[in-house]
């Protein structure tokens, strides 16, 4: 469906293809900001299923991601018809987890650059994450 | 992505698989019931795209199709994890158009069965959707 | 906040005055449609709480009210600005809820018609929702 | 509805009531992270239209802010039946508008921390924003 990406994911751990789907717009005909956080936690879901473990399944476990801190740079709205690349990497960081989650539309211009930091919960409580860390290789 | 659909599609005029995404779902654990409607919306859109006519060239030439009329049986939940099949077929009735859309999850079974009926507007007022019906082939 | 509502709602069991959010605009900039499905949920949830029961309560003894169908007229579509008053009656129908909800514009225009059929599961299961029921005073 | 607000807003220029709504909630039982953006659009729009202007009314005179930069700092999570006080204060930077917005539980509990940067297109060109600034007196 998309046949034309011109961006170079190399530097980065894990990347995937996605499209606006139009009720993402909101009134300015632009992808509504919030929607950007639903990109990025499909990222690191996808992410972590490539490694062989769901969120439903660490939630089943009563082990919790949760976000602790998102610092997202707005560079070029998305549209209608667009198509992107959802870039990831991750690291940890002391007890949590920071994810580099970089967004270019198709035609390689950055839409948005975001650092995500997750914490673990573990049965309520803050955990170092180390199911997580071993499931994806940190 | 998706190796193992059992769904027949003959009966349709348009198939797209697509997977449940977490942030779909609500406390229950199932995607919340509105997001059903996002799905039918965006297998709309790309059925009109795969004819060449995308809602965002229509609106900007100043014809809005906008839902008239909505009747969704919801059968089969889906969860985190579920892939599915969104089925779509489309007839006019009378000045609007008439959608039949069935979802089902990728092992066949029924997860909503929908009549999404369509009005046109042009420049704001009830048209017969000429465009619209003229790109689709009815 | 709202000064002037011209909606008779005597004829329901409850309702409730809300107002459009601008984030719930799509970029034709009318309230989505899969947005009104929001609106009814949350006034279904509204209406049990009035009668001290509550769907997260519900949820953590095993008991989940789920759609089992809708349907939906769409009358006249709600913009920014737009506030409006969500109207809801309910009552048995053999083993499941029947709720009809209808939205009317500040100024009595109505907005949607809806009839929502919920069915109650228990621990997974169809039960008969007499827990729900009971609290209602149905 | 809500009688028990322990929260001092006196440092901020405007603070509104909300309240958790379930449709918000996701399969962990709080409020999923993307709504956050949602209350924080809401609450600038509802501050904007406390002094007069609103954001679609600006939209139709070319006038579209839209945002540059967010920073968020997740405390506790809402959960259902939570009700909350969404604050605000606003202030020019440079060319742009820094929004300090900070959420807290009726309890006083914080549960974000945001700064979010806004910028002004004016016919889809970067402008000072000066209409917005002179309508919230800055």
């Not at 009563?62 to 602790?68: E, K, Y």
């Not at 549209?79 to 920071?98: A, I, Q, Y």
């Not at 989650?101 to 803050?126: F, S």
């Amino acid at each position: 469906m998309i046949t034309d990406i011109k961006v170079d994911t190399s530097q980065y751990m894990f990347a995937m293809e996605m499209a606006v789907r139009d009720y993402e717009l909101d009134y300015q005909g632009i992808v509504n900001n919030a929607n950007y956080l639903h990109y990025l936690e499909h990222t690191r879901h996808e992410f972590c299923r490539q490694h062989g473990i769901t969120f439903a399944e660490m939630h089943r476990r009563g082990l919790d991601p949760v976000l602790s801190h998102v610092e997202i740079s707005y560079r070029t709205p998305l549209r209608s018809d667009d198509t992107f690349v959802s870039c990831l990497s991750m690291r940890r960081r002391g007890p949590k987890f920071e994810f580099i989650q970089d967004i270019y539309r198709a035609d390689g211009e950055p839409v948005i650059k975001a650092t995500i930091t997750v914490a673990c919960l573990e049965n309520g409580r803050l955990s170092r994450g180390d199911t997580l860390a071993e499931a994806v290789g940190l």
